[in-house]
């Protein structure tokens, strides 16, 4: 039995999720996590869940998301709204419509939970720099749940689950794209099982985390991201 015959399960999916940007206390590598909640749960304080929803969409870089169940194996992960103030997030990276993913995997049985699109950019970024190029990137969307410790929901008064999002962005080169190129339309292909037959049969996942994969590459072991972006995840 592959991972694609017990994607047929009931229907599981994130829900809405209101995404609150740590980057202040993130840098893609290491979190404050003491800063963070001590952050959190001074804003919490005292207010319902929707009270909480209402003042992180004010925040800037508030994103929102609707996972939905789209047929027996997927799930479709779309940003509905999205407030930012990030001259690069919103000049530079690629606009970001939605994901797919397996809904088996919506589990807390499950540590993580990957997705994956190749998307179009006017600009690139190379050392931190943003040049004027056409580029093809590849953004990796993955929500996780909270490590031990983490944020607990207790701590910052709110009653729903509380998960990490993360969006990595990393700028392909000619051979990158080459070695991913054969996924491209599978990663968004809403219309049948061809995305969950990919994963299930383990090529697609291995091209990028395999041994031989993208990050196997010496390229990627030095430089893993070209941008990142890092939420709190809270679920409505």
């Not at 919490?44 to 929707?50: A, D, I, P, V």
């Not at 509380?162 to 599978?186: G, H």
Request: glycine share 4%; charged share 30%; with cysteine.
């Amino acid at each position: 039995m592959g991972i694609f015959d017990v994607f047929k399960t009931n229907e599981k999916t994130f829900g809405t999720l209101h995404c609150f940007d740590t980057r202040e206390w993130a840098n893609g590598y290491k979190t404050d996590t003491k800063g963070l909640v001590n952050f959190v749960k001074k804003q919490n304080k005292g207010k319902s869940n929707e009270e909480i929803f209402d003042l992180l969409a004010k925040r800037p870089g508030y994103r929102k998301f609707e996972d939905k169940n789209i047929n027996e194996s997927l799930n479709k992960i779309s940003c509905v709204k999205y407030f930012n103030q990030y001259s690069k997030d919103i000049d530079v990276l690629p606009k970001i419509d939605f994901f797919i993913h397996p809904k088996n995997f919506v589990d807390d049985v499950y540590d993580k939970v990957f997705a994956f699109r190749i998307l179009d950019s006017n600009f690139s970024i190379q050392n931190d720099k943003i040049i004027k190029s056409k580029t093809k990137f590849l953004v990796i969307l993955k929500i996780e749940n909270q490590p031990k410790p983490g944020i607990v929901k207790k701590d910052v008064n709110f009653d729903n689950k509380i998960r990490d999002l993360s969006f990595q962005y990393i700028v392909l080169d000619k051979l990158e794209y080459n070695l991913l190129k054969p996924y491209e339309k599978t990663f968004k292909n809403l219309k049948d099982e061809v995305y969950a037959k990919a994963w299930d049969k383990g090529e697609m996942y291995n091209t990028i985390f395999g041994e031989d994969g993208l990050f196997a590459t010496e390229k990627r072991k030095k430089y893993p991201i070209n941008y990142f972006q890092a939420y709190l995840a809270f679920e409505g």
